[in-house]
């Protein structure tokens, strides 16, 4: 479990599926997650480590991360959702930062990536307020849910 300011993360368990799965379904989260894909969130991608989000007890959202393991490129990559009932309360902002945290700490790493699409500005907004930083767009990056091509802005978090 990592503790954040105004979050807990808790390692993800079988008995989170069902109302992440829900979550993941709202217009919302699938405008930019697309719809849930077959074992989400427990077997769809095996390469990342996801935790649950919870305020004060309740799940309000999913945080994962991933690691390459080349010492030449090591580095961590993350990704999350917020319910939408729970966003603009600073709450996804604080599992990212507490995630940070831990990626640094425990895992030893010096680089954190993530790469939302250049106009979720509310996403932006909260990676900036941890400390991330763009580092460039690349156009025509990503498929939308609705089979549109857009454009991507990766952004990293270095430290010395």
């Known amino acids: ?4 300011e ?9 008995a989170d599926a069902a109302v992440l799965r829900d979550m993941h379904a709202k217009p919302e989260v699938a405008a930019w997650w ?6 989400f969130p427990l077997t769809d991608e095996p390469e990342a480590t996801r935790f649950t989000i ?20 090591r580095h961590a990559w993350i990704d999350l959702f ?7 309360r600073g709450l996804g ?6 995630l940070v945290r831990h990626l640094q700490r425990d895992r030893g790493h010096h680089r954190i990536t993530i790469d939302p699409a250049l106009d979720n500005a509310a ?3 909260s990676y900036e307020k941890v400390g991330f930083r763009r580092v460039g767009v690349t156009r025509r990056s990503w498929r939308d849910p609705g089979g549109v091509w857009r454009d991507s802005l990766p952004m990293e978090l270095v430290t010395d």
């Open 1 to 4: 479990m990592l503790r954040g």
């Open 6 to 14: 105004l979050v807990v993360l808790e390692p993800l368990a079988p």
């Open 34 to 39: 697309g719809q849930p894909e077959d074992g």
């Open 54 to 73: 919870r305020r004060e007890g309740e799940t309000i959202g999913m945080i994962q991360f991933g690691e390459e393991s080349e010492p030449e490129y």
């Open 82 to 88: 917020v319910d939408p009932a729970w966003a603009g």
């Open 93 to 98: 902002t604080d599992a990212v930062a507490t």
């Open 123 to 125: 996403a932006i907004r």
